[in-house]
């Protein structure tokens, strides 16, 4: 739960790195919490939970692009390629992304998320520029 809290906090963070296990746990919650208010609406066939699960999906557009971004970042990409999933087949080209793990050590984006390994040499691409 700390996880999918802190992508809500950061809901217009488009800048950064998010690690893999920001990106799907946050993917989950957002799953179990859709899959509750759709066994719900169709449980009482009310249309108050309709209006929920709009809401809902309205009200985390915003975060869930944002970590989808910071997740393209983490693999040294542009945020930009998030617009590939309008084209037929570019969600799974992002679902590969999402599943890469991240460059080791900073990047054009920012420091790593999960620190600096001590047994890694830095920078850890010998041609990739670091900012400091």
Same mark, same amino acid.
């Given at each position: 739960m700390q996880w999918y809290l802190t992508v809500l906090r950061n809901y217009v963070g488009f800048s950064g790195r998010a690690r893999r296990t920001e990106y799907w746990m946050f993917a989950l919650v957002n799953f179990l919490i859709e899959v509750v208010l759709v066994i719900l609406s169709a449980a009482t066939h009310?249309?108050? !939970? %309709?209006?929920?699960?709009v809401l809902y999906?309205?009200? @985390?557009?915003?975060?869930?692009?944002? @970590?989808?971004v910071r997740r393209i970042h983490d693999i040294g990409m542009s945020g930009w390629w998030?617009?590939? $999933?309008?084209? *037929? !087949?570019g969600g799974l080209v992002l679902l590969v992304f999402a599943l %890469? *793990? $991240?460059?080791? $050590?900073?990047n054009r984006y920012g420091d790593d998320p999960k620190g600096t390994p001590m047994d890694t040499p830095y920078p850890p691409y010998p041609n990739y520029p670091t900012y400091q």
């Open positions: 009310s249309g108050l !939970f %309709i209006a929920l699960i999906g309205l009200a @985390v557009l915003l975060p869930s692009l944002a @970590v989808l998030i617009l590939i $999933g309008l084209i *037929p !087949f %890469i *793990p $991240g460059n080791q $050590g900073p």
